[in-house]
Nanobody, 125 residues
Framework: QVQLVESGGGSVQAGGSLRLSCAASGYTYSSYYTAWFRQAPGKEREGVACIRGDSTYYADSVKGRFTISQDNAKNMLYLQMNSLKPEDTAMYYC????????????????????WGQGTQVTVSS
């Protein structure tokens, strides 16, 4: 069974950086899309970044500022967030699903079947 546990959220000022971590278990990275989504109050959950093998995807709003990576040996997924803006404030979630499940990088959140509990990121101006 896939389990995902996020950590690393917090409060920072605009322009600052945070690194989110997601401890993953129960699946083989090469067979899964693993992604970061976020949801701000009153807004829909949106995809931020996604990875499968050496392929990555980023939402336009975070390109050049966020970097997704994974450490297969440690079963960890990361999201390095630099040059943070107040509009990046949201609950951030780690998500995963098999490549043949219908999920894909850039796809809607309801295609991903496994989710963590989320970690809050707050960016002040």
């Amino acid at each position: 069974q896939v389990q995902l546990v996020e950590s690393g959220g917090g409060s920072v000022q605009a322009g600052g950086s945070l690194r989110l971590s997601c401890a993953a278990s129960g699946y083989t990275y090469s067979s899964y899309y693993t992604a970061w989504f976020r949801q701000a109050p009153g807004k829909e959950r949106e995809g931020v970044a996604c990875i499968r093998g050496d392929s990555t995807y980023y939402a336009d709003s975070v390109k050049g500022r966020f970097t997704i990576s994974q450490d297969n040996a440690k079963n960890m997924l990361y999201l390095q967030m630099n040059s943070l803006k107040p509009e990046d404030t949201a609950m951030y979630y780690c998500a995963a699903d098999r490549w043949d499940s219908g999920a894909y990088c850039g796809g809607p959140s309801d295609l991903f079947g496994s989710w963590g509990q989320g970690t809050q990121v707050t960016v002040s101006s």
